[in-house]
């Protein structure tokens, strides 16, 4: 039973993980070179070789990203796992305390 207890908690986290604006994530990573344009941000991608344009779209309205030049994307959860390079076993593996830690770095509280 308390396995369970567990696992019901890592997935509340998830949830909120994904919820979290990807502007406030990413903001960790390109900072201020973040352009602006309507519901979209573009920026150029720190995870691929040295890029002089933006390959990388933040889609805000659909709280997920997109690079053009290495192709990856997805939600917030997709993005920690780019940006920490992590699979999602190991994603998987850590520990609620991590997630709590991160979320309020990131919201602020």
């Known amino acids: 039973m308390r396995q369970k207890s567990k696992q019901i908690d890592y ?3 998830v949830d909120e993980l994904k919820r979290i604006p990807i502007l406030q994530i990413f903001d960790r990573y390109v900072g201020d070179k973040l352009r602006h ?3 979209k941000a573009v920026a ?3 995870w691929h070789g040295r890029d002089s344009s933006p390959s990388l779209t ?3 309205d659909r709280n997920n990203w997109y690079c053009d030049g ?12 780019t940006a920490w390079a992590l699979t999602s076993k190991q994603l998987s593996r850590l520990s609620p305390g991590f997630w709590l830690a991160y979320l309020s770095g990131c919201l602020g509280s």
């Open 37 to 39: 344009h309507g519901k």
């Open 58 to 60: 933040l889609y805000v």
């Open 11 to 13: 997935i509340a986290l």
């Open 70 to 81: 290495c192709q990856r994307g997805g939600t917030t959860i997709d993005l920690a796992m």
């Open 44 to 46: 150029v991608c720190p």
